[in-house]
């Protein structure tokens, strides 16, 4: 199998502030990753494909000033959601494929008060 | 357009009984690849089993099945003999194309399974 990790697993921040969220592939290389956003009891919603190397892809409807991605390496991406207000507060998500399988991070529960 | 479609929202099943989650998807692309994941209450995705759309075979993995139905577009997930530990919700995903490129997966709204004692 292959593993992809996320930090933190969960955040509180005030509203205003920016929180980073780190994924990362420990056991393999990912050229691409995507991160996911989930409200409860809904479906996953692609908010963009990060590339290494090169800018991010967005998703329609996704606000690329506000949700910062940044793919560093071939083992590290990270979401970065700037001036966090409540309606920000959100599971997010991000996977990385290998061959024809995604592998997912555990996620990160983000809460702004 | 591609879709998939999950059109229960939430099922009760008895414990040891059999349970089938319906998905049905559209697309257009002779190549394609159809994904179960289940999400517990903790939130993680967990892979559950993979039917590539030239797999003669229905995918099996433990107690899983995939009841592959090309002609009719439906790849449900059969779990036998269900546990408590598979309350969860389960997702079905499909993603289209062969290339390196095309990870990039489509996912159905999901089942809440609720397994009773």
């Known amino acids: 199998g292959a593993v992809v990790s996320q930090h933190p697993s969960w955040v509180i921040c005030k509203s205003g502030t920016s929180v980073k969220i780190e994924c990362r592939s420990l056991?393999?290389?990912?050229?691409?990753m995507f991160w996911y956003r989930q409200f409860p009891k809904q479906s996953l919603m692609l908010m963009a494909t990060?590339?290494?190397?090169?800018?991010?892809?967005?998703e329609q409807g996704v606000e690329k000033d506000k949700f910062l991605i940044n793919h560093a390496s071939l083992t590290l991406s990270t979401l970065t959601v700037t001036s966090a207000h409540p309606e920000d507060s959100s599971f997010y998500i991000c996977?990385?494929?290998?061959?024809?399988?995604?592998?997912f991070g555990p996620g990160t529960r983000l809460t702004v008060t | 357009a591609q879709k998939i479609t999950q059109t229960q929202p939430g099922m009760f099943v008895q414990e040891k009984e059999a349970v089938t989650l319906d998905c049905t998807y559209d697309t257009s692309d002779q190549s394609y690849g159809l994904f179960w994941y289940k999400q517990p209450s903790s939130g993680e995705m967990i892979f559950l089993i993979y039917q590539g759309s030239y797999d003669e075979q229905n995918a099996t993995e433990g107690r899983y099945s995939l009841n592959f139905q090309k002609a009719r577009k439906s790849a449900n997930l059969v779990i036998s003999a269900s546990q408590l530990g598979d309350s969860a919700m389960y997702f079905c995903a499909m993603r289209e194309g062969t290339a390196r490129s095309n990870y990039q997966l489509i996912w159905g709204a999901g089942t809440k399974l609720i397994i009773k004692p």
């Open positions: 056991d393999f290389q990912a050229t691409t």
């Open positions: 990060s590339n290494e190397g090169s800018k991010a892809t967005y």
């Open positions: 996977s990385a494929p290998k061959a024809y399988e995604q592998y």
